[in-house]
């Protein structure tokens, strides 16, 4: 029996190859499975490979198997690209239509999949009589999707749903009749819990509803489009707004206007458009706004690679605005992150009034997987220091409402448009404790050291999540959705006696120079492992004064997530 | 109750003697205390360049932002506290050139807010090059030997991408111009107000006189009718964009705000925004 599985899909894009994916995956995860899927897509509607992975197992994973034990196939070209990583005697159960071929290490199906879909109604219910098939292999009950099923085609009306169901009972029926129920194959048991089921963007836009954002300023990009999709259905219940702007500078500007207007206004893009907001970014830290910024990080540079994994975006996001601004840099590695992180970003933004960036990545924003019950008691709401008409009494003075007031941590009194009382100028020109233009030597000097002061010395809570030996050889040191491979790794090594320690890096500015150097202090070696080409993380490592005599790196930048193997056999190497 | 008074601060603006955003200033702070509006209850946005300087001019709240972005930052401080009374403003390099993009989405989204551009068909605060709205033939600094590209027309752009209400004025009219203000402010949707607005440094042909002799005050034409689109995109034509007065208005279209769904009267920056308990319980369900 088995204890995890490794299950995959794989067709041409827009037939169903998502759907039948997470069908598969909610099914599983309702019976108490731990499911992490990754979608392997290209940046086309229709056409050309894809597939969806799923990781199936009695505990949880947050990555991708190195192998496949099951992949269903629409098609050769999907037996061809996967055949490579299945293991020995792994099952392909393949479309009969067009005549599939195999290598002798693994054992083919071929099932008429099209033609008993057409017999339940509808060539396009292949995907169910696949699923069918599957259930069958894996020991599982027939009727494990119908939940799913019915949920996904009531609306389309009963007899689709009865016609979806039986194409799933005779692929399950024509699979027992091939031999294809395996002993070997089927699944252990699970607990039974219901936990979530939910992607990195889900939980962004979820944990974005949950701390208070009321407005939301967007233009689509893969892979952030989710959230704004997300939200625009929710925001009606809140009493929100999204916007889908004519471009991102629009999106950023407009969330600085929300944010200056008082509410708490956030955007959501990746690699392109964080290039492009980037001056306003500057506008954001210049004129003490809280805004918040999502970047789900994908292969750059340029179009680059739009649908694939990279964390590249390290350097830009603490540089990439000119001059010189305070700002937080926040990185989520888990979907349960995702949710807490934007409360985190929104009450960071209002309390140190600077721009906060969260990055994702690719593979979190997109992989769903099982997520922990959520819940609404983490989330608290603190909005810094904010006068009311009331509160702006004790602060008239001869001069006016001072916004920029001099304070000893240099931060000052926020009042939203519309107070009484309040009136003041914001400018993105420098300027005195009253808001008005001031370009004069003494002035900027104070007023620039005003703003830096904000986040001198600060080092965030969790900036740093370390687990391992206390005392290990070797520190493997990673970032975003690298937290799954990495422990994988970690565990295995640890499981064959070697003594390896993880510290993953939640936040990037503040930079957590601190803990860091305390995570890897006792550490013969440390391995820096990130998804880009030249080693950003580690840069700033040294940047921000991390000092260790043996570091190294291990950077992937083919646009695929790590695979667990990759840094197993890695730090082995290193060992 | 407010006065003119009320919305002058005690800032000396950075223009040149005899600059036309003088009047347009004067004319926004006449049509503020006309309106009854409260300092408090009025944010101006504005760019870069020398008319994007006004927001620090007038005594309500005020932004100053980026080049060109005055539009979108005007949206999100609306969205924020739709009861604020939101001018954008700026100049014809900030609004036509860097920022044109915005300006045509403003107008086809409709927001209420007003956007005032104080247009002089030059770069002035950089010392005189060409702008969107400098006229084939036009010497600058960048065209020394003649502008080789062609004129943006503002007024006829805005009526193409579906602009509610339409207005031009010129800053030696100021009566006028404070009656556009009005008007524009009061109107429920996206307002336009172009102004022309002499630079007096660095254009030597579109100076007051020139204004003057090519102006055609649509006030003077008895029988216009603003709410005949046909007859607005014809004038605008005719006049080579030179019409001053509301050139159109559809008092019908809704506004933006008003078709958000389930979006409140009160502002969402003075609402409770802690997300409620049955909200979130339902939120989570669509995951299990």
Known sequence: MLEQLSWKVGGQQGEGVESTGETFAVALNRRGYYVYSFRHFSSRIKGGHSNDKVRVSLRRFRAAADYTDVLLAFDQESIDVNVGEMRPGGIIIADAKFQPTAPDHVRLFPVPLTKIAEECGSAIMKNMVSLGASACVLGLPVDIFNEVVEERFRRKGQKIVDQNIEAIRRGFEHMKELGGADPEFALKPADGQRRLFMSGNDALALGALAAGARVMAAYPITPASDIMEYLIKKMPKVGGVVVQTEDEIAAMTMTIGAAYGGARAFTATSGPGLSLMMEAIGLAGMTETPVVIVDTQRGGPSTGLPTKQEQSDLLAALFGTHGEIPKIVLCPATTEDCFTVMADAFNLAEQYQCPVIVMSDLQLSLSKQTTDHLKLDDISIDRGYVLSEADLQAHTTPQGFKRYEFTESGISPRVFPGTKGGLHHVTGVEHVETGRPNETSPNRKVMMEKRMRKLQSVELPNSVVSTGDEDADLVVIGIGSNVGAIEEAREQLAAEGYKVGHAHVHALFPFPTKSLQAAIAKAKQVLVVENNYTGQLRHLMSFFGVQHPNVSSLVKYDGRPFLPVEIYNHCKGLM | MATVKDFRNDIRPNWCPGCGDFSVQASIQRALAALGKEPHEVAVISGIGCSGRISGYINTYGFHGVHGRALPTAQGVKLANRHLTVIASGGDGDGFGIGLNHFMHAVRRNMDITYIVMDNQIYGLTKGQHSPTSAHGFKAKTTPAGNIENALVPV???????????????????????????????????????????????????????????????????????????????????????????????????????????????????QDIALQEDVFAEAIREFA
């Open chain 2, 156 to 270: 006829q752009i805005a009526l193409a991408a579906g602009v509610s209400f339409l207005a031009q004025g010129f800053s030696s009219d100021v009566n006028q111009l404070v009656r556009l203000i009005e008007e524009g402010i009061r109107h429920k949707g996206f307002s336009f107000i172009n102004v022309f607005s002499p630079c007096v440094t660095y254009n030597k042909i579109n100076t007051y006189d020139w204004y003057r002799e090519h102006v055609y005050n649509l006030d003077e034409v008895p029988d216009y009718d603003p709410t005949d689109y046909n007859q607005a995109m014809k004038v605008i034509a005719e006049s080579h964009g030179l019409c001053t007065g509301v050139i159109y208005k559809d008092v019908n279209r809704p506004a933006y705000e008003d078709q958000i769904p389930g979006y409140k009267e009160e502002p969402i920056a003075f």
